[in-house]
């Protein structure tokens, strides 16, 4: 159904910076949220940043100001701006969408992608 393909994950020095890009394969669907979440060793699952299909942007307090967050749905992509990297950004960021089909409308709901590892450190 709607499969998400991640990339742009890395190691950076700290205050460095990266983008993570997140392409959703699907045809004929709506995407509501699109959005990142991520998890650092031995922590909870966390959102990073979420944007609605009127893209009003959302973001955890501790990405506020250094994160930012776009979408294209002409591409059903989202995007993930990340500047001023810190050590405690490190983890597992993964892209999550809230979709549903144009054509079948009991088709749809969360999908997630498999993950891409960012690493901070010096």
């Known amino acids: 159904q709607v499969q998400l393909e991640e990339s742009g994950g890395g190691s950076v020095q700290p205050g460095g910076s990266l983008r993570l890009s997140c392409a959703a394969s699907a045809s004929q669907f709506r995407f509501y949220t699109m959005g990142w979440y991520r998890q650092a060793p031995g922590k909870q699952h966390e959102l990073v940043a979420s944007?609605?299909?009127?893209?009003?942007?959302e973001y955890a307090d501790s990405v506020k100001g250094r994160f930012t967050i776009s979408r294209d749905d002409a591409k059903t992509s989202v995007y993930l701006q990340m500047d001023s990297l810190k050590p405690e950004d490190t983890a597992v960021y993964y892209c999550h969408v809230n979709g549903v089909s144009t054509v079948h409308a009991e088709i749809g709901g969360d999908y997630w992608g498999e993950g891409t590892l960012v690493t901070v450190s010096s």
């Open positions: 944007i609605t299909i009127n893209s009003a942007p």
